[in-house]
């Protein structure tokens, strides 16, 4: 396992946000978010903090980068439901020459709901290995404390 990161749980600790709500088809048959709906919530987020930081993913791969997910791990705190308005909190906490870690806080109303931290890699169009670009590097814990 590569994970080393153990993701804050105050809202101060991250660099970037994204709000998103929750859509009806996210919810299972008990009325919350189904497990398996976080993982494109932390996909979205991923995407637009790419594009606050002036890299859009469709640039990064222009440029012949891929982030591979390598490994997720997700806690759940608190259930999330349809229409729950979500602050995705973002930091890129760790990093080798060819992997990084993100690390998150899923909020409402500034509560915990979740934290979680996906691995990444990156690889060439071909999915060979190679080192990470070097404005991705230096976003490395980059934000407030």
Avoid at 75 to 89: I, K, M
Avoid at 127 to 144: F, H, I
Wanted: proline residues 8%; glycine residues 6%; neutral net charge.
């Amino acid at each position: 396992m590569r994970l080393r990161v153990e993701p804050p749980r105050r809202v101060d600790a991250y660099a970037f946000t994204h709000r998103l709500r929750v859509r009806f088809a996210d919810t299972d048959a008990m009325g919350i978010v189904h497990h398996a709906a976080y993982l494109p919530y932390l996909e979205e987020a991923r995407v637009e903090y790419l594009r606050a930081i002036g890299h859009p993913y469709l640039e990064v791969r222009a440029e012949g980068f891929d982030f591979a997910v390598l490994e997720a791990t997700l806690s759940y705190l608190a259930p999330l439901r349809f229409d729950d308005v979500v602050d995705v909190h973002l930091l890129v906490a760790e990093s080798t020459r060819a992997t990084f870690q993100i690390a998150y806080l899923l909020t409402v109303d500034g509560r915990p709901s979740a934290t979680a931290v996906t691995v990444h890699g990156c690889i060439t169009p071909d999915g060979r290995p190679t080192r990470l670009p070097p404005w991705l590097r230096s976003a490395v814990g980059d934000g407030p404390r």
